[in-house]
């Protein structure tokens, strides 16, 4: 103990001091347990009470004071203030950050506030409870491709508790209705819509049907399996070089989407993955008169209109073959304007990340 007793009573030379300091917090780390020297166990209470420690913090209870007296307080993330200066960004600020207009956030969160504002197991104590706004946002703008790590600080919640949100909004999304719809106004109105971009020369044709495969890393094993998905890993390699999840959506002349479905392994082919939808057999049966336009991957039927194939000895002796493609591309091309529109605004889908929810 003649290091401690040195470093109370040493001379003010700089040299000394930084010796003794250490000395003293080797001291401090392995204290001794035997009986001290009153004036001894007094001076080194002090040092313990210096640093928030009890009196006698020996080095099997260490941590455990560290924990009890030298614990640090929640933080108080304000989130008030933070939905407050969200909802007061300029129009095309918000846009870029959450890719909708502040009008559009403003609907979408009011369909989906009842299950946002559903109590919460862990509700957050230190900045109060996490409102559906800012729910709704963590979820929007890590769609958009942003990384959680920055994501979270930015609305006030930890980075873990960032993903529960994440999920929360995922299923209070599934209560919205894409339905490709059954009333005949209705389908008339995007044929007529179709027939005008097709300059007049493809006529009842009321939506555009394609296939995407959406990037993702190599799927485990506990992912995969439910639904209609394979259990063989290997079925999400596509043929495009990575692995991926295939789906089947319809949009009308507008961009907008009619209906999705047809959701497998990146491996399957676009005939397979809508062959095996409740919409296709409709179709098939003639239950829903409609028809759409598809690309050569899809087989020509009363319901589906596929462009002529350029090895086809029809395409070859009929020059008005190539004529009709060009009309019904027009058509087929909106499908992929949509996906395009869906990759570049929803970063999420471009980037190679794992799924969020299997």
Known sequence: MSSFLSSSDSSSDSDDSDSDSDESLLDLLFPYTGNLDPGLQALKDAELSSVGLP??????????????????????????A????????????????????IGTFTKLVNKVRAKLSAPFPKKGRAGGTVQPELQLAIALRWFAGGQMLDVAPLHGVAWNTAWVYVHRVMDASTTFNINFGTDVEELKRRAAEFFELSKSTVDGCVGALDGIVFKMKKPRRRDIGHGNVEENVGNYWCRKGFYGVAMQAIVDAKLRFLWLGGFAAGCTNDVHAFGMTQLAEALQKGILPARLAGDEAYVCTDSLIVPYSSSSRVYATNASCDDF?????????????????????????????RRCRA
């Open 82 to 101: 933070r939905l407050k200066d969200m909802l007061a960004l300029r129009p095309r600020e918000f846009r870029a950050r959450y890719r909708m207009s």
């Open 325 to 353: 493609n060009f009309y019904l591309s027009r058509i087929r091309i909106t499908v992929e304007r949509a996906f395009g529109v869906l990759v570049g605004r929803w970063g999420i889908f471009e980037a190679n990340r």
């Open 55 to 80: 009196p006698g913090c020996a080095p099997k209870n260490f941590g455990r004071c560290r924990r009890v007296v030298g614990r640090t307080g929640n933080l108080n993330r304000n989130r008030a």
